[in-house]
């Protein structure tokens, strides 16, 4: 099984609503940092939203702010990332990561994709204006 598996991609209008999932397996889940970071064409990746699922600990890029809802499902072993109020700006490959290593609020001192483990294949959202 995958370390990761993202779903609940796709295009939409500017303004409109997904909600990416990530699901993961138990032990990648357990006590772990989960993070969506997003990569646009000839940019950088950038971190997103972060969670730890122990508790206690969420972040969120300035960009998405008040936009951006992350949460978690102990029961599903998935994190997921409502983004509501879209724009073209958002347009990006999203990535699902977890890592075991950035517990408590290490999950969002260090939140950089050289600082994850395990990874998930992408998947597209696309916002049109």
């Known amino acids: 099984q995958a370390p990761l598996v993202e779903s609940g991609g796709g295009s939409v209008q500017a303004g409109g609503s997904l909600r990416l999932s990530c699901a993961a397996s138990?032990?990648?889940?357990?006590?772990?940092?989960m993070g969506w970071f997003r990569q646009a064409p000839g940019k950088e990746r950038e971190g997103v939203a972060a969670?730890?699922?122990?508790?206690?600990?969420?972040y969120y890029a300035n960009s998405v702010k008040a936009r951006f809802t992350i949460s978690q499902d102990n029961a599903k072993n998935t994190v997921y990332l409502q983004m509501n109020d879209l724009k073209p700006e958002d347009t990006a490959m999203y990535y699902c990561?977890?890592?075991?290593?950035?517990?408590?609020?290490?999950?969002?001192?260090?939140?950089?994709?050289?600082?994850?483990?395990?990874w998930g294949q992408g998947i597209l959202v696309n916002v049109s204006s």
């Open positions: 990561a977890a890592d075991s290593s950035l517990v408590g609020s290490l999950c969002g001192s260090y939140f950089a994709p050289s600082q994850f483990r395990y």
């Open positions: 138990e032990y990648t889940y357990r006590d772990s940092c």
């Open positions: 969670l730890y699922t122990g508790g206690g600990s969420i």
